[in-house]
């Protein structure tokens, strides 16, 4: 791990609280969230930086060393954002927007949105099936945003210090030929799907654990899953060789339909995360209010799924209350 400015943050709060909780709090982390990057930071550096006990934490030799550094570094470094700030003309709105994503179901109308509002904008867009990857081109300061997906309760990596934001949460469901013979139901068990064969994109998220774990729930363990990108999954699927699982908003394909899982076995979290000291984190809350309502625009060429979301309100749009980030909790 290299050290960042924000490690330094993390020792300078340590110290000048006495206390990993009270520094957990005045950071808005998680207190084992702070004392794992704590560790991590330790391990960097090559030895200890505080002695914790009962009476709180008191910075080691080498903390003071760090501690002596660290509070000239970061005044310098605000100095120089303050004024590249003031020299860029930091009140005028950003002329560019650099999004990764990964299979989201909304990317286009985020940008459709942005491109209208914001004629002069510059807006590009980069795909990767690796969060890791689009998180840390993010910290890089290579992207502004990253539009991800995490499976159940999980959440991105926090070894890259990004703010996530949840923007919506779908049951996942199943993509059939329409000539299948559940296609009629509103909904399909998962366990009445036992002999299907499955296909699925690639990707480094743990949705392919969920999908084992929910199977082995419904009492069975899947068959052969092919691999393919999106355009090779729905032919595949029309090609009556294997079902695959879809996110609720997928765009309707002739020939193919979409029917949720009985019971919401699996669930799909969409993200919005951004860098706290980029540039692009004054533009943040904006980004995230089209997010939002690009998702809602989503909805529309899917009435059945609109009607169920009102029946059920843990699904769909969600708050913009900030997603603690556990660095314990990582997508394998």
Known sequence: MNLELRHLRVVCAIAETGSVTKAASTLGLAQPALTAQ????????????FERDRRG???????????????????????????????????????????????????????????????QAQITTYAS??????????????LDYALTGVCGDSTPSADYGLSWREVAVDPVMVLLP???????????????????????????????????????????TPRKVYE???????????????????????????????????????????????????????????????ALTSYTDSLAPHPAYLAWLLRNPSFGLRSTVPVVVDPRVRTA
């Open 57 to 119: 934490a008191r910075p080691t030799a080498l903390g003071e060393l760090v501690l002596a550094r660290a509070r000239v570094l970061l005044p310098a470094m605000k100095g120089l954002q303050d004024e590249a700030a003031r020299l860029a003309g930091a009140g005028d709105a950003p002329r560019r927007y650099r999004f990764g994503g990964v299979n989201s179901p909304i990317l286009g109308r985020l940008v459709h949105r942005l491109a209208a509002e914001q004629p």
């Open 129 to 142: 099936w690796s969060v890791d990857e689009l998180a840390q081109l993010v910290a890089g300061g290579r």
């Open 38 to 49: 704590l560790q991590r930071i330790e391990r960097t550096l090559g030895g200890p930086l």
């Open 178 to 220: 329409e000539t299948h013979a559940l296609a009629d139901r509103d909904e399909v068990s998962l366990a009445d799907l036992r002999h299907e064969q499955w296909v699925a994109a690639p990707g480094d998220g743990c949705f392919g654990d969920c999908f084992a774990a929910a199977c082995a729930r419904a009492g069975f």
């Open 228 to 290: 393919a990108d999106v355009r090779g999954c729905i032919d595949l699927v029309d090609a009556g060789e294997a079902v695959a699982l879809c996110q609720a908003t997928f765009r309707p394909v002739a020939g193919l339909v979409t029917r949720r899982l009985a019971g919401t076995p699996l669930r799909w979290r969409l993200m919005l995360g951004w860098h706290p000291e980029s540039p692009a984190a004054r533009m943040a809350d904006l980004v995230l209010e089209t």
